[in-house]
């Protein structure tokens, strides 16, 4: 993983022996940019409050307070960081609290490396996965509320220079660019003049000029007067464009046209230090401020205020809606209907809370009102209802609008449908935790799982089993007919395992040709034997790829809890132990952890 990235991470490690918080900072040098050391878990708890730290790796007995009280602590602040216990677990009832508590790693002492890698690796990839979705979300709300105090100042105020200022460096923060300028054109668009500009380096003022033609930019200008963007990187420019890449340090560009009242005026920029084109989503935003300035400088030619908001609202993406003093609907935005399916005429006159899904309760819209009535702003994340009954997710900023006399003329809601965004990152969260091929749980979801349901029986007295699949002879068909055969081979079985079992049993990707599967609330011996031996009868099967019939073997080991072991680490290892034993006893075959598993069934845990 690119070190850059993993640097993000700060791990908090708590332990009395100096000699084993030394060794664990240097094993963690590689994965976290920040290593916090504690000696004790009174001062691990103080250090988690103060830095909240992403991973949690602590011993369990300490002076002041042990481990397992800390982590007790540490889940009322955080639900969802990730922890990982070490020690000798010779103590079964404190492995189980420590279960109990939401532990989701363990490992023992003395460390060895490439355990302790495997253990902090999926958690430091979790936790990076959650604060890249975090990050991105943070960012696009950071850009439409820059955008919304963008609209909200042009519409307070009669001349748009007066916070242009502000309100670029507002932008240029919200979107992480490097920079932001703006330029206009003179009255024959021959040439442009550099009004502000501001980027890491400098603010400049300065006149600084661009004619069209000699700078061998009339492309860009043709583009710009059909309204249409220009967005792209150093490498892709001639010399001349890079000088003015160059000019502001940066290495990829975008430029929006600005109109006035249907002529194209000028152009807004933002420059990125990398070379990247920005996406989507950020141009879709961005867009949106161009319009902004245009509707500002129409203002500033003698508009009312009212029709300056009119054409701001009708070229932003975003959907816009005007409320008077008593809540009630006097104009929207065509935006506005195509995201919600009403027309204009349907919704004048109406009170907004037409848009209800009934999913937030009295409490929720009291405390959105009292924050307006507070701070004359309100902005969050409110799901609500279109007109063909469709639930969508809404990023809603309102604003109030008063008079000279301070008294409320308006009330201005703008917001933007991310329901899109919200299945992006579901999606982002679906990568992370299955396997690409197969579409199977991988390890870090089989972790999850398998710790929940260790808690649950042990709650619950209950058993669960963990199955070890090793396909046999499949690396002679990677060899002969190519990884392309070996895959489908993998699809195949992956299929073929989840016509056998539950929709509540795991089956993962453990990697290359192992499988593992998790039964949960294992009822009989019996029950286990029969799925066994389902299992065992896909390697009956032959597959068809590429015309040629192939097939593979299977060794299967079995362990249960919690007979064989009581923790997801020690249930995998006995899984695994037995499906060698399993493939030492002649491939093809069906193991247990135990020799006689029969005595299993006269377990008290078995219902």
Known sequence: MDKAVLQQLTVLVVDDDRITTAILKNMLNKYADDVIIASNGEEGLAHFKTYRPDIVLSDINMPKMGGLEMVEQIRKLDENVKIAIFTNFENRDILLKAIQYGVNQFFSKPFEAKVFAQVIQPLCDDALAKKRIEAELNRHQSILHAINEMAHSFLQQSDWKASLYQELLLLKQASETAAVFIYENNQTNEYATQLLAISDKSTKRKKRYIHYKKHHLMRWKHKLE???????????????????LHAYQIDS?????????????????????????????????????ASIIGSAINNKQNMQSLE??????????????????????????????????????????????????????????????????????????????????????????VNTIRNNKGEIENFIGIFSDVTHQRKDAQDHA??????????????????????????????FDKCIAVIFCDLDNFKPINDIYGHSAGDEILKSV???????????DTICRF?????????????????????????????????????????????????????????????????????????????NMIAYYQNDPMTYCANTYII
Request: overall charge negative; aromatic content about 8%.
């Open 226 to 244: 059909r309204g249409e963007l220009v967005n792209g990187c150093l490498r892709d420019y001639d010399r001349s464009k890079q000088r003015i």
């Open 308 to 397: 300056m908001s009119s054409t701001v609202f009708e070229h932003t993406m975003d959907g816009v809606l005007i409320t008077n003093a008593d809540n009630k609907i006097v104009h929207v935005n065509d935006s506005f209907e195509k995201i919600t399916g009403y027309k204009e005429h349907e919704v004048v006159g109406k009170d907004p809370k037409l848009l209800k899904s009934g999913i937030h309760d009295k409490h929720f819209y009291k405390q959105m009102w009292d924050q307006l009535t507070l701070n004359d702003s309100w902005q969050g994340e409110i799901t609500n209802r279109k007109k063909n009954g469709e639930v969508y997710i809404e990023w809603l900023s």
């Open 494 to 504: 992956a299929k073929e395992m989840k016509k056998l079992l539950r929709k509540e």
């Open 511 to 587: 990697g290359g040709d192992e499988f593992v599967i998790l039964i949960e609330e294992l009822k009989s011996f019996e029950y286990l034997e029969t799925i066994l031996t389902k299992i065992r009868s896909i390697s009956e099967n032959t597959f068809i790829v590429e015309g040629k019939e192939l097939s593979v073997g299977m060794s299967i080991g079995a362990s249960i809890y919690p007979n064989d072991a009581v923790s997801a680490e020690g249930l995998l290892k006995c899984a695994d132990e037995a499906m060698y034993k399993a493939k030492n006893g002649g491939k």
């Open 430 to 459: 679906y990568l992370a935790t299955h396997d690409h091929l197969t579409g199977l749980s991988n390890r870090l979801l089989l972790n999850d799982r398998l710790e929940h349901a260790i808690n649950h029986a042990y709650r």
């Open 253 to 289: 560009l975008l430029i929006l046209p600005i109109f006035v009242a249907g002529k194209w005026w000028g152009f807004l920029g933002i420059g990125n230090s990398n070379r990247q084109e920005m996406n989507g989503t950020d141009v879709e935003m961005l867009s949106t401020v």
